[in-house]
């Protein structure tokens, strides 16, 4: 292999102006960040909404529930971007189409809104096997206590469900970040475009992928780190998991 | 709309199918009076506990009629949130929820549906937990509590509300026998202060002590409806008297 190492590259100007190669990485990490938080929460609040729809005895509700997870569960992540991004501004009126393609930054709200739905079908999958994991005398009990259904979801079943699915739900949100990648195909300069980018320019492929690679391993482990904290900080002294 | 005089809680011709081949309560008819305690036994399987849990509602019924103080269950205008929070229930695993604290167990219905303040829920959780002798494990999470200590908290949780009456599904079945003493202590001196109770259990010492009536039940249907002395004295008929045989043996 003829390759010549500069492992200097990255303190080197990017021939975008934009200052270091180093400087153009962590740009898009930044993107990828922005990306991911705004995902996560839309797959977290959606995901939470049709997880809790879905174990409702209302027959119509579950069965939307059940078609929305099918729906974003069931189609290629790159395949949903590709219809958020170029098919549905043609499907819409045409002021609605023009409005959604000149959007600012519309790579950036379609990545993340198309990969918070993505996910969101996922979180609603542990939602709900959180909430049916718990005893049925649970909601039993808070039904007779006088609580309203709305109520029996707020003060007892959730609370419990979602410290049992927070390892689960680590999972996810790792898998939301590395998933925000697949926006790179709708143009969002997110840090593997611009890893790519990096390494059309300066030819060091190793050198981009390699610094790629520590950055995306580094900001899991922080959030892997984070939510075991979490999972400690809520932790129900006594409760022992299928007890 | 309530009247001292009618029972508390009337059933009349309940009957409830889990499928058009299963019914589960056929024309079940009782009453329980203010002030009466009436213990539900009969064999597992028998529909006791579908039966008690059709008293707030907790179960659907296809026919038949139940009303509490007065109040028809099935009435379309009954709130049964408003009613269920007049019912204390006790059920066989507890159910204390895990992740509250011992005294917010005890305050979150009382301050969510009666709209009690903290302090007014919270003082009569400690009452109710010095009654209950369990005062000293306020702070505690339930899974820190043995299960005899767990049901006595669950019974303190209930009362809590001012029950006007009470239920117990099996409220010593999931217990260790050491600690079913503890719950039946607190259950005999309920009832000995007057309170309604219906209470399914297969503990007969209980049901001699402070029932009033045993209600006996078998495949779904009320066999014998009768004064304590009567059902223990001489049940009349075949299935009650192999039940009882079956339990009091030893």
């Known amino acids: 292999m003829n390759y010549t190492w500069n492992w200097g590259i990255f303190w080197e100007l990017n021939p975008e102006g934009t200052g270091t190669y180093l400087d153009m990485l962590l740009m898009g990490l930044r993107w990828t960040l922005a990306t991911a938080a705004l995902a996560a929460a839309i797959a977290l609040v959606f995901g939470s909404i049709i997880g809790v729809i879905r174990t409702l ?14 729906f974003f569960r069931n189609i290629p992540l790159l395949v949903q971007l590709f219809l958020w991004y170029f098919v549905l501004p043609e499907l819409l009126p045409k002021a609605a189409g023009t409005w959604l393609k000149t959007l600012p930054n519309a790579s950036f709200w379609t990545g993340a809104i198309g990969v918070g739905l993505f996910m969101s079908s996922r979180v609603a999958e542990q939602v709900k096997a959180g909430i049916r994991s718990l005893p049925r005398g649970q909601s039993l009990a808070g039904t007779a206590l006088g609580l309203t259904t709305a109520q029996t979801y707020r003060y007892i079943l959730l609370p419990m469900a979602f410290r049992i699915i927070l390892p689960p739900l680590t999972s996810e949100l790792l898998n939301t970040v590395k998933n925000t990648s697949v926006a790179l195909t709708i143009g969002l300069m997110e840090l593997t475009a611009r890893t790519r980018a990096m390494q059309e320019y300066s030819f060091q492929v190793f050198e981009a992928f390699t610094a790629a690679t520590l950055i995306y391993l580094a900001l899991n482990a922080a959030l892997t780190f984070l939510m075991r904290r979490l999972e400690r900080a809520v932790a129900v002294p006594g409760y022992v998991t299928g007890k | 709309m309530s009247s001292s005089a009618a029972p508390m809680i009337e059933m009349a011709a309940v009957s409830k199918w889990y499928s058009p081949q299963f019914q589960v309560l056929k024309d079940c008819t009782t009453s329980v009076d203010r002030g009466e305690v009436v213990v539900v036994c009969g064999p597992s399987g028998s529909g006791k506990s579908t039966l008690i849990k059709c008293v707030n ?11 509490v103080d007065g109040i028809n269950l099935s009435d379309p205008g009954t709130n049964l949130p408003k009613l269920r929070a ?21 305050c979150l219905a009382q301050e969510k549906v009666l709209g009690r303040s903290r302090e007014e829920a919270m003082a009569k959780g400690r009452a109710l937990l010095d009654r209950v002798g369990l005062s000293e494990h306020a702070e505690k999470f339930p899974g820190q509590l043995s299960g005899g200590q767990q049901q006595r908290v669950a019974i303190a949780r209930a009362l809590a509300m001012d029950p ?17 003493t503890e719950v039946l202590d607190v259950m005999v001196e309920l009832a000995r202060e007057g309170m309604t109770m219906m209470v399914v259990t297969h503990e007969m010492g209980f049901a001699r002590k402070v029932a009033h009536r045993v209600v006996f039940m078998d495949r779904g249907e009320i066999i014998e409806d009768r004064s304590k002395d009567e059902f223990f ?11 009882l045989s079956k339990i009091l043996s030893h």
């Open chain 2, 86 to 106: 007049r019912i204390g229930m006790v059920f066989q695993h507890f159910e204390l929820f895990p992740h509250l604290r011992i005294t917010e167990n005890l």
């Open chain 2, 57 to 67: 509602a907790l179960e659907p019924f296809q026919a038949g009629t139940i009303r």
């Open chain 1, 57 to 70: 005895p209302h027959r119509g509700l579950v069965l939307a529930g059940d078609a929305w997870v099918e």
């Open chain 2, 233 to 243: 004295g001489s049940p009349r008929s075949d299935r009650a008297q192999l039940f």
């Open chain 2, 164 to 180: 006007i009456a009470m239920l117990f599904d099996e409220p010593t079945s999931a217990l260790d026998p050491e600690m079913i």
